[in-house]
C-alpha cells in the first residue's frame, strides 16, 4: 500500500550509531576550545581524546552495518585536532618562541 513503510525501511529508521554522533559533537567542542588560550587547550584535549576513542568505537559499528561512516570520521578528524595543536604549541616552547 502507498504510505506504508516495510520492515526493511522500519529497520533502517532505527539503527543509529550514537557513538559517530557524539564524537562528532564532542570533536567540534574540542576544536573550538583547542583555538583558545593554554587553559582552554586543556578542555580541548580532553574532549578531543574522548571524542577520538568514541569516532573509533563508531567506525567499527559502521563495520557491523551501523550508519554515519562520516560522521565517524569527521569526529575523529576533528577530535586529532586538538593534540595537533598540543604538539605545535610544544615546540614553540621548547625553542623558546613567545
Keep these: 500500500m502507498i504510505g506504508e513503510r516495510g520492515p526493511s525501511a522500519a529497520a ?5 550509531n550514537a557513538p559517530a554522533t557524539v564524537s ?4 567540534i567542542f ?3 576550545f583547542a583555538s583558545g ?3 582552554t587547550l586543556v578542555i580541548g584535549l ?3 581524546l574522548v571524542a577520538t576513542v568514541l569516532g573509533i568505537v563508531g ?6 552495518g ?5 560522521v565517524a570520521i569527521a569526529g575523529i578528524v576533528l577530535g586529532v585536532y ?3 595543536v598540543l604538539a605545535v604549541f610544544a615546540a614553540q616552547v621548547q625553542q623558546g618562541a613567545p
Design 30 to 32: 574540542a576544536a573550538v
Design 82 to 84: 586538538p593534540l595537533v
Design 59 to 64: 567506525l567499527r559499528r559502521v563495520g557491523a
Design 24 to 27: 562528532l559533537v564532542l570533536g
Design 46 to 48: 580532553v574532549l578531543g
Design 66 to 70: 551501523a550508519p554515519r561512516r562520516g
Design 37 to 39: 588560550d593554554v587553559y
Design 12 to 16: 533502517k529508521a532505527t539503527r543509529r
